[in-house]
């Protein structure tokens, strides 16, 4: 007998202090004295966005003005499957109280690790502290360029960065020119406050001692188990690699190519419908990649992504 789905609805409300609501489980609930992000379960028949204004009018005595799909997550709990839709709301009318008599509290994403949530939260917890645009760089002919486009895009507002620098390239370069890319990118991206990805040959490692890893697919595949990082991305184009990257434990994924490029013409892009599919078969945030730009982001959110990722669309603006 198979174990019982529990559709539910859950919002991530973000107030002006850019603070996320929590609450308490009541002792005596399944999960019980654990935080939670407020929701509940749909009626039948019900759509998800109406569970949610409903449920946030009952629990919370507050109405949605905006909001938009954060993360999908499918956890199997001993005696039933929680699948949670949750929802980021960043707009809302009303005084935030407990209803309902739960305990209630404002938390900074970046403190919400050092509360106790149910295993299902956890990916959302992930999806929060993650931008919606994910920078990859691109080509550049001298330090001073580099160190002008990566220095633009974070003054348009780029939080998360991957220096992707390949083995072809390097083997056109001096080592120390290499060596000077890197720790100008790592000391730009240390003054913003902005999370720098390492993609590069491991021979480099020596420079820098990585903290934060993207593996492309290939390297995906050396790994039985989670490398030694504060945290971990992976590239994958199937659902097996992206099945392979969430055993390993990553913090999120790339999906590519989600529509047609001009660098890879002969490979046949996923469409946002099988984009989306293949999405919800992890519990882990996953940005589009391949022939997008700033405009798709919403178009990945409706498809469950957590936004874009692109060279040439945020390398080249």
Same mark, same amino acid.
């Given at each position: 007998?198979?174990?019982?789905?529990?559709?539910?609805?859950?919002?991530?409300?973000?107030? %002006? %202090?850019?603070?996320?609501?929590?609450?308490?489980?009541?002792?005596?609930?399944?999960?019980?004295?654990?935080?939670?992000?407020?929701?509940?379960?749909?009626?039948?028949?019900?759509?998800?966005?109406?569970?949610?204004?409903?449920?946030?009018?009952?629990?919370?005595?507050?109405?949605?003005?905006?909001?938009?799909?954060?993360?999908?997550?499918?956890?199997?709990?001993?005696?039933?499957?929680?699948?949670?839709?949750?929802?980021?709301?960043?707009?809302?009318?009303?005084?935030?109280?407990?209803?309902?008599?739960?305990? *209630?509290?404002?938390?900074?994403?970046?403190?919400?690790?050092?509360?106790?949530?149910?295993?299902?939260?956890?990916?959302? *917890?992930?999806?929060?502290?993650?931008?919606?645009?994910?920078?990859?760089?691109?080509?550049?002919?001298?330090?001073?360029?580099?160190?002008?486009?990566?220095?633009?895009?974070?003054?348009?507002?780029?939080?998360?960065?991957?220096?992707?620098?390949?083995?072809?390239?390097?083997?056109?370069?001096?080592?120390?020119?290499?060596?000077?890319?890197?720790?100008?990118?790592?000391?730009?991206?240390?003054?913003?406050?902005?999370?720098?990805?390492?993609?590069?040959?491991?021979?480099?490692?020596?420079?820098?001692?990585?903290?934060?890893?993207?593996?492309?697919?290939?390297?995906?595949?050396?790994?039985?188990?989670?490398?030694?990082?504060?945290?971990?991305?992976?590239?994958?184009?199937?659902?097996?690699?992206?099945?392979?990257?969430?055993?390993? @434990?990553?913090?999120?994924?790339?999906?590519?190519?989600?529509?047609?490029?001009?660098?890879?013409?002969?490979?046949?892009?996923?469409?946002? @419908?099988?984009?989306?599919?293949?999405?919800?078969?992890? %519990?882990?945030?996953?940005?589009?990649?391949?022939?997008?730009?700033?405009?798709?982001?919403?178009?990945?959110?409706?498809?469950?992504?957590?936004?874009?990722?692109?060279?040439?669309?945020?390398? %080249?603006?």
């Amino acid at each position: 007998m198979s174990a019982e789905v529990i559709h539910v609805a859950a919002a991530a409300i973000i107030n %002006n %202090n850019n603070e996320v609501l929590i609450s308490q489980r009541a002792p005596d609930a399944h999960q019980g004295g654990l935080w939670e992000f407020p929701g509940g379960k749909l009626e039948s028949g019900e759509s998800v966005q109406h569970a949610l204004l409903r449920e946030l009018g009952e629990e919370l005595g507050i109405q949605a003005n905006s909001c938009r799909p954060l993360i999908k997550v499918t956890h199997q709990y001993s005696d039933k499957t929680v699948l949670l839709d949750v929802w980021k709301v960043d707009d809302y009318t009303g005084q935030v109280v407990g209803k309902e008599g739960q305990a *209630i509290r404002w938390l900074a994403v970046d403190q919400l690790n050092y509360v106790e949530f149910p295993a299902a939260d956890v990916p959302v *917890i992930k999806a929060l502290k993650l931008p919606e645009h994910y920078l990859i760089t691109g080509k550049f002919d001298s330090v001073e360029e580099f160190e002008q486009r990566l220095g633009a895009a974070i003054d348009r507002g780029i939080r998360l960065a991957q220096l992707r620098l390949t083995n072809d390239w390097l083997q056109t370069v001096d080592k120390k020119y290499a060596a000077e890319i890197i720790k100008l990118a790592s000391n730009l991206c240390e003054q913003s406050r902005v999370r720098l990805m390492f993609n590069m040959p491991d021979e480099l490692n020596h420079i820098i001692r990585p903290s934060c890893l993207h593996l492309n697919s290939r390297k995906l595949q050396q790994y039985s188990e989670r490398p030694d990082c504060d945290f971990l991305s992976v590239s994958c184009h199937d659902t097996q690699e992206m099945i392979e990257a969430q055993k390993l @434990g990553v913090d999120f994924m790339v999906l590519s190519p989600v529509q047609a490029t001009a660098t890879h013409p002969e490979i046949t892009p996923l469409g946002w @419908g099988r984009f989306a599919e293949m999405v919800d078969a992890v %519990n882990v945030p996953v940005y589009a990649l391949g022939g997008v730009s700033r405009e798709d982001t919403e178009k990945a959110w409706l498809a469950g992504g957590q936004g874009v990722s692109a060279i040439g669309a945020l390398w %080249n603006s």
